[in-house]
Nanobody, 124 residues
Framework: QVQLVESGGGLVQAGGSLRLSCVASGSIFSINAMGWYRQEPGKQRELVAAISSGGSTNFADFVKGRFTISRDNAKNTVYLQMNSLKPEDTAVYYC??????????????????WGQGTQVTVSS
Protein backbone atom coordinates (compact mmCIF):
# COMPACT_ATOMS: atom_id res chain seq x y z
CA GLN A 1 0.00 0.00 0.00
CA VAL A 2 2.97 2.29 0.54
CA GLN A 3 6.17 2.27 -1.43
CA LEU A 4 9.49 4.10 -1.16
CA VAL A 5 11.48 4.51 -4.35
CA GLU A 6 15.04 5.82 -4.29
CA SER A 7 17.07 7.31 -7.11
CA GLY A 8 20.30 9.18 -7.64
CA GLY A 9 22.97 6.66 -6.76
CA GLY A 10 25.93 5.95 -8.98
CA LEU A 11 29.67 6.11 -9.41
CA VAL A 12 31.56 9.26 -8.52
CA GLN A 13 35.16 10.20 -7.90
CA ALA A 14 36.40 11.12 -4.47
CA GLY A 15 35.58 14.73 -3.72
CA GLY A 16 32.53 14.66 -5.92
CA SER A 17 28.84 15.00 -5.12
CA LEU A 18 25.65 13.04 -5.50
CA ARG A 19 22.06 13.75 -4.61
CA LEU A 20 19.77 10.93 -3.56
CA SER A 21 16.01 11.21 -3.72
CA CYS A 22 13.31 9.06 -2.18
CA VAL A 23 9.64 9.35 -3.03
CA ALA A 24 6.89 7.82 -0.94
CA SER A 25 3.65 6.86 -2.63
CA GLY A 26 0.45 5.01 -1.79
CA SER A 27 -2.33 5.41 0.72
CA ILE A 28 -0.44 7.89 2.86
CA PHE A 29 -2.07 9.88 5.62
CA SER A 30 1.08 11.48 6.96
CA ILE A 31 4.83 10.97 6.98
CA ASN A 32 6.65 11.37 10.24
CA ALA A 33 10.41 11.00 10.40
CA MET A 34 12.34 10.22 7.24
CA GLY A 35 15.94 9.22 6.93
CA TRP A 36 18.80 7.62 5.09
CA TYR A 37 20.79 4.60 6.16
CA ARG A 38 23.67 2.84 4.50
CA GLN A 39 25.08 -0.64 4.53
CA GLU A 40 28.41 -2.02 3.39
CA PRO A 41 28.84 -5.72 2.59
CA GLY A 42 29.17 -7.74 5.76
CA LYS A 43 28.36 -4.80 8.00
CA GLN A 44 25.26 -3.62 9.83
CA ARG A 45 23.03 -0.97 8.41
CA GLU A 46 23.80 2.41 9.97
CA LEU A 47 22.05 5.74 10.19
CA VAL A 48 23.40 8.47 7.93
CA ALA A 49 20.90 11.27 8.50
CA ALA A 50 17.32 11.79 9.58
CA ILE A 51 14.76 14.58 9.42
CA SER A 52 11.58 15.00 11.40
CA SER A 53 8.25 16.12 10.01
CA GLY A 54 9.04 19.57 11.39
CA GLY A 55 12.43 19.73 9.74
CA SER A 56 14.74 18.93 12.63
CA THR A 57 17.78 17.01 11.46
CA ASN A 58 20.48 14.81 12.87
CA PHE A 59 23.54 13.35 11.23
CA ALA A 60 26.03 10.63 11.88
CA ASP A 61 29.39 12.04 12.90
CA PHE A 62 31.08 10.63 9.81
CA VAL A 63 28.97 12.80 7.46
CA LYS A 64 28.63 16.02 9.45
CA GLY A 65 29.64 19.00 7.38
CA ARG A 66 29.52 17.02 4.14
CA PHE A 67 25.95 15.74 3.79
CA THR A 68 22.65 17.55 4.13
CA ILE A 69 19.15 16.14 4.37
CA SER A 70 15.96 17.88 3.34
CA ARG A 71 12.37 17.00 2.54
CA ASP A 72 9.53 18.29 0.45
CA ASN A 73 6.35 17.38 2.30
CA ALA A 74 4.14 18.33 -0.63
CA LYS A 75 5.94 15.77 -2.76
CA ASN A 76 6.43 13.14 -0.04
CA THR A 77 10.12 13.25 -0.90
CA VAL A 78 13.32 13.23 1.09
CA TYR A 79 16.71 14.17 -0.31
CA LEU A 80 20.27 13.47 0.70
CA GLN A 81 22.86 15.84 -0.74
CA MET A 82 26.27 14.26 -0.45
CA ASN A 83 29.32 16.45 -0.98
CA SER A 84 33.03 15.83 -0.56
CA LEU A 85 32.46 12.13 -1.00
CA LYS A 86 35.09 9.70 0.17
CA PRO A 87 35.78 6.09 -0.86
CA GLU A 88 34.59 5.01 2.59
CA ASP A 89 31.15 6.41 1.74
CA THR A 90 30.74 3.54 -0.72
CA ALA A 91 27.67 1.55 0.31
CA VAL A 92 24.08 0.79 -0.52
CA TYR A 93 21.96 3.68 0.71
CA TYR A 94 18.44 3.01 1.95
CA CYS A 95 15.58 5.41 2.45
CA UNK A 96 13.50 4.97 5.60
CA UNK A 97 10.20 6.57 6.57
CA UNK A 98 7.75 6.29 9.42
CA UNK A 99 4.38 6.53 7.69
CA UNK A 100 0.79 6.65 8.85
CA UNK A 101 -1.35 5.12 6.13
CA UNK A 102 -4.91 4.09 5.38
CA UNK A 103 -5.29 0.36 5.82
CA UNK A 104 -7.65 -1.79 3.76
CA UNK A 105 -10.16 -1.57 6.61
CA UNK A 106 -9.97 2.24 6.48
CA UNK A 107 -8.25 2.43 9.83
CA UNK A 108 -5.09 4.46 10.16
CA UNK A 109 -1.98 2.44 10.85
CA UNK A 110 1.65 3.35 11.32
CA UNK A 111 4.57 1.45 9.90
CA UNK A 112 8.25 1.90 9.19
CA UNK A 113 9.02 1.48 5.50
CA TRP A 114 12.27 0.93 3.63
CA GLY A 115 13.26 1.58 0.07
CA GLN A 116 14.96 -0.99 -2.11
CA GLY A 117 18.37 0.65 -1.80
CA THR A 118 20.60 2.51 -4.24
CA GLN A 119 24.30 1.86 -4.74
CA VAL A 120 26.76 4.68 -4.18
CA THR A 121 30.33 3.99 -5.24
CA VAL A 122 33.13 6.49 -4.65
CA SER A 123 36.37 5.82 -6.46
CA SER A 124 39.72 7.03 -5.18
Amino acid sequence: QVQLVESGGGLVQAGGSLRLSCVASGSIFSINAMGWYRQEPGKQRELVAAISSGGSTNFADFVKGRFTISRDNAKNTVYLQMNSLKPEDTAVYYCNADITYYSSSAYLKEYEYWGQGTQVTVSS
